[in-house]
C-alpha cells in the first residue's frame, strides 16, 4: 500500500495555476480530472492534499459506511458565516440532536399541509402572469426564485411576504457570492477587513436575522400550531425535555430559507428550460396531466401517479444537480484502494461528475426519462446518483424538495407553454448550489387542451 505519493492527478508548477484553473471553470476542471486521471486522483493546493473520488462505491463508502472518519470541510466554516449553526454546518451530536429535533416537521401529516400551500403559491404566481398585458419575455430564474422564496415562507412561517420578497431575494443575493470569495486561502481573514462586499454582506445577514427573529417571537407570542415548519421548531422537545434554542431555531429556520429556496429554484428553473428544448417530452407530459388531473390543480395524494413528472425532475437533477460538489476532511488515515488518504486530506464527491459518466448513463447527455423505470433504476450503482448526498448527512428536506419540484411544475405545466428566446445560451455558475449566470429570458404561451 502507497502511503507517501498522491493518485495521478494535475500537477503544475507554477504556484497557484491549479488554484486559478478551479476558481475559473470548478465543473470543467472537475470533468477532466476524473476523464484525465479516473476514479481516485490527487491533486495538492499549497500543503492541502485533495482527492477526487468519482465511483459510486467510492461514494458510498465515504457518506455512509464509513462517514464516522469523516466530517465536513473547510467550506463548512464558509457556509457556517450565512447559516449560522444550523443542522447543515454542524457536526457530531449537534448535528444529530438537531436532526432529531427537526425530523417531525417533514413528516408526512405535515406534508399534506405544505404540498397546498405550494401548489396554492405556484397558482397564484400563474394568475399573475395571465394579467401581464404585454407579450415580452420573463425572467425564469427570477421568477423561480421569487416563487420558491414565497413558497418557503408560507410553508416554513405561514407568511405571505407580499411586495418583500423583492427585498428578502436581495438580501439573500447580497450573503450568496461572499461564498465563493471565502473558499480561497485567506478568504476568512479576507472577509474580516472592512471592504465595501463585506459591509454589504453583514449587513444583510443582520437584516435577515432581524426578520427571523421577530418572526420567532411572533410565534410564540400566538401560541398556536400554525400548520408550518416553525412552529414544529418552537414545539419541539429533546429526549430530556429541551426545546431548541431562540439562536438554534433562526440558524435552522435560515437554513430552510436559504440553502432550501435556492435549490428548488435552480431545479425547476433548470427543468422548465429543458422543457422547452424538448417538445416531445412536453406532449408526454401534458398527456399525463389530463389524465391524472384534467383540470382541476395537483394534490399530494396524486403524486404516485405523475410518474412522467417525476422522472423529469430525476433527469433534471441528473444533469444539473443542485448539489453539485460535496467535500469531506478525513479525521484519520484512511485507507482506499492502494493509498492512504492521510489525516486532514479533503475527499470530493462531485454528483456533477458521476451523473454525467456513460457507464451508469449511456449518451449521458442525451435527456431520457427511460433511464427511470424501475428496471434502469437497479440495473445501476447505489451511488451512481445521489443528488441529494447519503448517509446521516443526507439532506432532511429531501422528500420536501422532491414533493415541491412535482406539484409546482405540473400547476404550471398545465396553463403555458415555456419557450426560451432563440439567443438564449445556458451559462453555469457553481456557488453553494448550480445557479444559472445571468437571467434566463423565455416566452410563456398559454395551453388551450386544457
Given at each position: 500500500?502507497n502511503?507517501?505519493?498522491?493518485?495521478?492527478?494535475?500537477?503544475?508548477?507554477?504556484?497557484?495555476a491549479?488554484?486559478?484553473?478551479i476558481?475559473?471553470?470548478?465543473?470543467?476542471?472537475?470533468?477532466?480530472?476524473?476523464?484525465?486521471?479516473?476514479?481516485?486522483?490527487?491533486?495538492?493546493?499549497?500543503?492541502?492534499?485533495?482527492?477526487?473520488?468519482?465511483?459510486?462505491?467510492?461514494?458510498?463508502?465515504?457518506?455512509?459506511?464509513d462517514?464516522?472518519?469523516?466530517?465536513k470541510?473547510?467550506?463548512?466554516?464558509?457556509?457556517?458565516?450565512?447559516?449560522?449553526?444550523?443542522?447543515?454546518?454542524?457536526?457530531?451530536?449537534?448535528?444529530?440532536r438537531a436532526?432529531?429535533?427537526?425530523?417531525?416537521?417533514?413528516?408526512?401529516?405535515?406534508?399534506?399541509?405544505?404540498?397546498r400551500?405550494?401548489?396554492?403559491?405556484?397558482?397564484?404566481?400563474?394568475?399573475?402572469?395571465?394579467?401581464?398585458?404585454?407579450?415580452?419575455?420573463i425572467?425564469?430564474?427570477?421568477?423561480?426564485?421569487?416563487?420558491?422564496?414565497?413558497?418557503?415562507?408560507?410553508?416554513?412561517?405561514?407568511?405571505?411576504?407580499?411586495?418583500?420578497?423583492?427585498?428578502?431575494?436581495?438580501?439573500?443575493?447580497?450573503?450568496?457570492?461572499?461564498?465563493?470569495?471565502?473558499?480561497?486561502?485567506?478568504?476568512?481573514?479576507?472577509?474580516?477587513?472592512?471592504?465595501?462586499?463585506?459591509?454589504?454582506?453583514?449587513?444583510?445577514?443582520?437584516?435577515?436575522?432581524?426578520?427571523?427573529?421577530?418572526?420567532?417571537?411572533?410565534?410564540?407570542?400566538?401560541?398556536?400550531?400554525?400548520?408550518?415548519?416553525?412552529?414544529?421548531?418552537?414545539?419541539a422537545?429533546d429526549?430530556d425535555?429541551?426545546?431548541?434554542?431562540?439562536?438554534q431555531?433562526?440558524?435552522?429556520?435560515?437554513?430552510?430559507?436559504?440553502?432550501?429556496?435556492?435549490?428548488?429554484?435552480?431545479?425547476?428553473?433548470?427543468?422548465?428550460i429543458?422543457?422547452?428544448?424538448?417538445?416531445?417530452?412536453?406532449?408526454?407530459?401534458?398527456r399525463?396531466?389530463?389524465?391524472?388531473l384534467?383540470?382541476?390543480?395537483?394534490?399530494?395524494?396524486?403524486?404516485?401517479?405523475?410518474?412522467?413528472?417525476?422522472?423529469?425532475?430525476?433527469e433534471?437533477l441528473?444533469?444539473?444537480?443542485?448539489?453539485?460538489l460535496?467535500?469531506?476532511?478525513?479525521?484519520?488515515?484512511?485507507?482506499?484502494?492502494?493509498?492512504?488518504?492521510?489525516?486532514?486530506?479533503?475527499?470530493?464527491?462531485?454528483?456533477?461528475?458521476?451523473?454525467?459518466?456513460?457507464?451508469?448513463?449511456?449518451?449521458p447527455?442525451?435527456?431520457?426519462?427511460?433511464?427511470?423505470?424501475?428496471?434502469?433504476?437497479?440495473?445501476?450503482?447505489?451511488?451512481?446518483?445521489?443528488?441529494?448526498?447519503?448517509?446521516?448527512?443526507?439532506?432532511?428536506?429531501?422528500?420536501?424538495?422532491?414533493?415541491?419540484s412535482?406539484?409546482?411544475?405540473?400547476?404550471?405545466?398545465q396553463?403555458?407553454?415555456?419557450?426560451?428566446?432563440?439567443?438564449?445560451?445556458?451559462?453555469?455558475?457553481?456557488?453553494?448550489?448550480?445557479?444559472?449566470?445571468?437571467?434566463?429570458?423565455?416566452?410563456?404561451?398559454?395551453?388551450?387542451?386544457?
Amino acid at each position: 500500500m502507497n502511503k507517501t505519493s498522491l493518485p495521478a492527478g494535475p500537477r503544475s508548477r507554477i504556484p497557484g495555476a491549479l488554484l486559478r484553473e478551479i476558481w475559473c471553470d470548478p465543473l470543467a476542471f472537475l470533468t477532466n480530472t476524473q476523464q484525465r486521471y479516473g476514479d481516485l486522483a490527487g491533486f495538492q493546493i499549497g500543503t492541502q492534499r485533495i482527492y477526487l473520488l468519482s465511483r459510486p462505491d467510492f461514494v458510498q463508502s465515504v457518506l455512509v459506511e464509513d462517514n464516522r472518519l469523516f466530517i465536513k470541510s473547510r467550506s463548512n466554516d464558509y457556509m457556517k458565516l450565512i447559516l449560522g449553526e444550523g443542522i447543515l454546518t454542524t457536526e457530531g451530536e449537534t448535528h444529530h440532536r438537531a436532526k432529531r429535533l427537526m425530523q417531525p416537521a417533514f413528516h408526512r401529516e405535515r406534508l399534506q399541509a405544505y404540498s397546498r400551500a405550494m401548489v396554492d403559491c405556484a397558482t397564484q404566481w400563474s394568475g399573475q402572469w395571465e394579467a401581464r398585458q404585454d407579450s415580452a419575455p420573463i425572467s425564469l430564474r427570477s421568477e423561480m426564485l421569487e416563487l420558491t422564496l414565497a413558497i418557503v415562507a408560507k410553508t416554513l412561517f405561514n407568511m405571505d411576504f407580499g411586495e418583500r420578497i423583492h427585498s428578502v431575494e436581495a438580501l439573500i443575493n447580497t450573503m450568496l457570492p461572499v461564498f465563493r470569495r471565502t473558499s480561497l486561502p485567506f478568504g476568512l481573514w479576507l472577509q474580516k477587513l472592512p471592504l465595501p462586499g463585506n459591509i454589504r454582506f453583514n449587513r444583510a445577514r443582520r437584516q435577515l436575522d432581524i426578520m427571523i427573529d421577530d418572526i420567532i417571537q411572533e410565534h410564540r407570542k400566538a401560541k398556536t400550531d400554525q400548520q408550518d415548519l416553525l412552529s414544529m421548531l418552537l414545539e419541539a422537545r429533546d429526549e430530556d425535555g429541551s426545546p431548541m434554542s431562540d439562536a438554534q431555531i433562526r440558524d435552522e429556520a435560515k437554513t430552510i430559507f436559504v440553502a432550501g429556496h435556492d435549490a428548488v429554484s435552480n431545479t425547476l428553473t433548470y427543468a422548465l428550460i429543458l422543457l422547452s428544448q424538448h417538445p416531445t417530452i412536453e406532449t408526454e407530459l401534458v398527456r399525463e396531466l389530463n389524465e391524472v388531473l384534467g383540470s382541476r390543480p395537483p394534490t399530494l395524494s396524486d403524486m404516485p401517479r405523475l410518474t412522467s413528472i417525476e422522472r423529469f425532475v430525476s433527469e433534471t437533477l441528473r444533469l444539473y444537480p443542485a448539489n453539485w460538489l460535496m467535500a469531506r476532511r478525513a479525521t484519520e488515515d484512511y485507507a482506499l484502494e492502494n493509498y492512504v488518504i492521510p489525516r486532514g486530506s479533503i475527499v470530493l464527491m462531485s454528483p456533477w461528475v458521476i451523473h454525467r459518466d456513460a457507464r451508469f448513463f449511456p449518451n449521458p447527455m442525451q435527456f431520457d426519462l427511460k433511464r427511470w423505470t424501475s428496471e434502469a433504476r437497479e440495473s445501476r450503482p447505489r451511488f451512481s446518483y445521489f443528488p441529494f448526498g447519503g448517509g446521516p448527512r443526507s439532506c432532511i428536506g429531501e422528500g420536501f424538495a422532491w414533493m415541491e419540484s412535482i406539484l409546482v411544475l405540473a400547476t404550471l405545466i398545465q396553463k403555458w407553454r415555456f419557450k426560451t428566446t432563440p439567443d438564449f445560451r445556458l451559462e453555469l455558475d457553481p456557488y453553494i448550489t448550480l445557479r444559472i449566470r445571468g437571467n434566463v429570458p423565455i416566452h410563456l404561451e398559454r395551453r388551450r387542451n386544457l
